[in-house]
């Protein structure tokens, strides 16, 4: 289960920072991502980080949007600086991995229920 928080309302410059817990009988998790979906858009990521630490950028946040995470907490977190109004949307968290008792595994791919970030001009 994934479950997020952080999402808000905030004026043009702001920043934010929102927080996805994995929770559950977790082995390991691989990447965990951070996608976005405005109205009348399709869902786009915005960010992916690996296990060791890797981070990676849609154009249109890199140098603002911050991917981290805490592998001992099973968490990941977005930091949202100098935001716009563009940046208005619902933010999903996405992470794939294993869950279960060694050997006994099995793969799991979720999303989070949502956040919703408005950025008013």
């Known amino acids: 289960q994934l479950v997020e928080s952080g999402g808000g309302s905030v004026q043009a410059g702001g920043s934010l920072r929102l927080s996805c817990v994995v929770s559950g009988n977790i082995y390991s998790i691989y990447n965990m991502d951070w996608y976005r979906q405005a109205p009348g858009k399709e869902r786009e990521m915005v960010a992916s980080?690996?296990?060791?630490?890797?981070?990676s950028y849609a154009d249109s946040v890199r140098g603002r949007f911050t991917i981290s995470r805490d592998n001992a907490k099973n968490t990941v977190y977005l930091q949202m600086n100098s935001l716009k109004s563009e940046d208005t949307a619902v933010y999903y968290c996405h992470v794939e991995g294993n869950h279960g008792t060694y050997p006994w595994l099995s793969e799991f791919d979720s999303w989070g229920q949502g956040t919703q970030v408005t950025v008013s001009s």
């Open positions: 980080i690996t296990r060791k630490g890797s981070a």
